[in-house]
């Protein structure tokens, strides 16, 4: 029998007390949550009373946005308490039942409260906005207007009862690309270069790739793809599916295309998004470099997919403690002023963050809190990664941005769009590699946080832009009446991985069927927003941390501004402005700076 001892996670019990969130500014304790949630379902009913009436006159529509409001800001204090009691430990019965409880009682309200849209949009245009001049609506003027905006796009009652009920099996493409790629594809498993057996899968397949020997990278991406070959005609149907489903909602709704349809919310105009592609194409020189660059660096004869996620430089061998990490963190974010320095520094030390893992502790990291919270953040933070540090200060950036917004903002203004939300988070990225860089003590240091930089811009802007093209061409496909066969989604995929991968790269013919493994082309012109994220938040940083005049200032104010504004003048009083190409420019050429940087370093 073995004497080896096996290390294993503590029981949540077991965690300290002061590595742990405090929880009470969102809610005492469970038994308070009881109660809370027990008087917020015994106001659903007050609804009633409004329905009916809204168009009656301005008074009675604001009396019930305002009462909205207040049972909105409740509500998402007990959902955000449940959701991080249960994120504690995911095996805990009594948090679960919490979600499930709030959960139901929730699809209560939302069906009471149903009327509100409807009866705005009733209102005659005329009458609604001259109402929006009365001091009763003032608070609510932008509110409404993004509500009416959309009348053009609203169809009438039946209609919408219609399009409603064909909601449960709207997502049925969805729900079998996840059944069929997460529960019936079989891997089999894999020998590692460290003479370790490893069952390969969809959540092993990206680590196996950073597997130093070459032969077993071959293996992994193969015996991998061999399933995703065998069952290509099924998904390439379900990919056709959810793309004809999305064109479908386009025309119903009168959008002149589907992509138009997903920018619309974020009154984002087309141009952006195609902009977007147009600047990456315009660098791929560099990408093209980089990837000559990996082949040399790696003694590799040839460059395949399965050889750009092996490090480039050995994992940095420096610990951070959690006071260290903090630290490191705080000196970074100094440009942002002493103040957010000092605020930042008290949440971090003190009980905003759940530190460790403990068994049964949900994975990764995110933050969470709510108008009139603390801004939690939790971690499952390993003092020998280095990269973990990086989650530490882009999860601050998120509770940064949301603190600041409540505090300044009205509550029906202070939540943030997910296009600007990974702003934040990644500047405050930006400014911890620029202080890591300063600081480095020799060229392997320097060389490994380069690197770093390298593959966050690749995987974020480029690699997000193609995938935003191919979203586009295959949902224009679609609508010209040109079938989504695995012919010609393999063409289209082919296409792009020649153009961004370039000439000195071998392209596998199996990498084509990488498209039908791509969750969020089942939430179609969403990822185009990553990469417009970090476009900016590189430029920002640039600024702030160079000291341009106002820039500061600036940024301050988009980390106030919530969704005060649509997003791209938020980001546009910052100083940012995607309507042009200069903010992707700006992103790539430092990729490009960065590559060449590489190169003399290794």
Not at 10 to 35: F, G, H, I, Q, Y
Not at 72 to 90: C, F, I, K, P, V
Not at 92 to 103: I, L, P
Not at 296 to 322: A, F
Request: aromatic share 10%.
């Amino acid at each position: 029998m073995s004497d080896v001892a096996v290390k294993t996670l503590p029981a949540r019990k077991n965690v300290a007390v002061a590595d742990t969130w405090d929880l009470a500014s969102l809610c005492r304790s469970v038994a308070a949550w009881e109660e809370a949630l027990a008087v917020w379902e015994e106001r659903i009913p007050q609804f009633a009373a409004y329905a009916g009436t809204l168009g009656s006159s301005a008074e009675r529509l604001g009396e019930c946005l305002a009462h909205d409001l207040a049972f909105d800001l409740e509500g998402d204090r007990l959902a955000t308490y449940a959701h991080l009691r249960a994120s504690e430990d995911q095996g805990a019965a009594e948090a679960q039942r919490m979600v499930g409880r709030f959960q139901h009682v929730a699809t209560r309200a939302g069906e009471a409260a149903s009327f509100i849209r409807p009866e705005i949009m009733a209102i005659p245009p005329a009458t609604l906005a001259g109402w929006m001049d009365l001091p009763v609506l003032t608070p609510y003027r932008l509110l409404l207007e993004r509500i009416v905006r959309t009348r053009v796009h609203t169809l009438s009652e039946p209609e919408e009862k219609l399009l409603a009920m064909q909601g449960t099996f709207a997502g049925t493409a969805a729900k079998v690309f996840r059944q069929l790629t997460d529960a019936d594809l079989k891997f089999g498993s894999v020998m590692t270069g460290g003479g370790e057996q490893v069952e390969l899968s969809n959540a092993t397949f990206m680590t196996l790739l950073h597997d130093t020997a070459p032969a077993v990278r071959k293996t992994v991406f193969h015996q991998f793809y061999d399933q995703y070959e065998a069952h290509a005609n099924t998904l390439a149907a379900t990919l056709s599916g959810s793309n004809e489903r999305d064109v479908y909602a386009a025309r119903v709704r009168k959008y002149p295309s589907a992509v138009e349809s997903a920018l619309f919310a974020d009154h984002v105009p087309l141009a952006v998004y195609d902009q977007l592609i147009a600047a990456v194409h315009a660098h791929l020189p560099a990408v093209h470099r980089y990837y000559d660059l990996r082949k040399r660096i790696l003694g590799l004869d040839e460059i395949h997919q399965y050889d750009c996620y092996v490090p480039l430089v050995p994992e940095l061998e420096k610990r951070h403690t959690w006071d260290q990490a903090v630290d490191v963190v705080i000196e970074s974010l100094a440009p942002l002023g002493t103040d957010y320095a000092a605020r930042l520094e008290r949440g971090l030390r003190g009980r905003w963050c759940d530190r460790y893992p403990n068994a049964g502790k949900q994975s990764g990291a995110f933050s969470s809190g709510t108008y009139d919270s603390d801004p939690y953040i939790l971690m499952n933070y390993q003092e020998n990664v280095i990269e973990h540090v990086f989650t530490l200060t882009h999860e601050a950036g998120h509770s940064m941005h949301t603190r600041l917004s409540a505090e300044a903002q009205p509550y029906q203004y202070s939540s943030y769009t997910i296009f600007v939300a990974e702003v934040a988070s990644t500047f405050n990225e930006q400014l911890l590699a620029r202080l890591l860089l300063k600081r480095a003590t020799s060229p392997k240091e320097r060389a490994a946080i380069i690197a770093r930089e390298i593959d966050s811009i690749r995987n974020t802007i480029i690699r997000q832009t193609m995938f935003a093209e191919f979203e586009r061409k295959s949902h224009a496909s679609a609508e010209a009446g040109e079938p989504l066969t695995l012919e010609r989604i393999r063409g289209l995929y082919r296409g792009l991985l020649d153009a961004y991968f370039g000439p000195g790269f071998v392209v596998d013919k199996q990498l084509e069927l990488e498209c039908l493994r791509i969750p969020h082309f089942y939430n179609a012109f969403y990822v185009y927003k990553y990469a417009t994220g970090l476009a900016a938040a590189i430029t920002l940083a640039k600024k702030v941390a160079d000291g341009e005049p106002g820039a500061l200032d600036r940024y301050r104010g988009f980390l106030q501004a919530g969704s005060s504004k649509w997003p791209l003048d938020l980001l546009r009083d910052a100083g940012v402005d995607l309507e042009k190409p200069a903010p992707v420019a700006t992103a790539l050429t430092r990729f490009g700076e960065l590559v060449d940087e590489l190169g003399t370093l290794l």
